[in-house]
């Protein structure tokens, strides 16, 4: 049997054999949508970009040169369409088989492709807030106003600066979407690893807390991790191929749990 089939058909047995299943993904997960992994050397997006633009202290002292960098990568990121992998945890949650995702991405994806119950450890670039009242804004309009010369764009209600409400470099994570992964990876019994190579703090504390509480854990992910060891199964394959597979693979488990 070829080795994707062999690891799906144990994927689709774990998460439908799971009450509390729990999936947290990363960079690698969206890479086939178009979006470059930033981390990654050489191929990374920054590879050719001043990485100040996207800390906090620089975006503070020019906002406009991050706008700059923005607009030139709005078309790539305006483009990116949810891909299977996305579609499948959608999938698993409407069915019933996944308790929620926790994201180390800013994309927007998982909303795209159906997940709801979405904890952003990074943010999201979907909205800008401002700096000086806290109200958000939806960031394709704050965009589309930097587009037509409007750079930095200004907060309609108090003219402060608008900032994607993404976490920059130098930036505190957000709080509420840590403690609810936390929790939700305290309860999990099967932690579903997409696309992350877990060596971002504080996503890579998740797996230990599920592990400590009993759960399995299943990685896919191309490059190894440093939690392979502990992990039932490992899928060290494209994400989006292999989630085609493995959606097919659970439709037929369902309809026949069904019938
Ligand atoms: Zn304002």
Known sequence: MKNTNKHAMEFVDLV????HAVALTGAGISTESGIPDYRSPGTGL?????????????????????????????PIRSA????????????????????????????????????ENVYELHGSLRQAVC????????????????????????????????????????????????????KLCEQADLLIVIGSSL???????????????GASLVICNIQPTPFDADAKLIVDEKVGEFASVATKMFDKEIEDKDS
């Open 80 to 115: 990116a369409k949810p891909n299977p992998a996305h579609y499948l945890l959608g999938l698993l949650e409407r069915r019933g088989f996944l308790s929620g995702v926790v994201t180390q991405n800013v994309d927007g994806l998982h909303q795209d492709a159906g997940s």
């Open 131 to 182: 700096l000086d009242c806290n109200l958000l804004f939806p960031m394709e309009k704050v965009m589309q106003r930097a587009i037509s010369g409007e750079n930095p764009p200004l907060c309609e209600q108090c003219k402060g600066v608008l900032k994607p409400n993404a976490i920059f470099f130098g930036e505190a994570l957000p709080q509420i979407p840590w403690k609810e992964s936390v």
């Open 16 to 19: 439908v054999n799971s009450q």
């Open 199 to 213: 060596q971002v703090s504080p996503a890579n504390l998740l797996p230990d807390i599920a592990l400590r509480n």
């Open 46 to 74: 920054w590879a050719n970009v001043d990485m100040s633009v996207v800390s906090l202290e620089g975006f503070l002292r020019d906002p406009s040169k991050y706008y700059s960098y923005a607009i030139e990568l709005y």
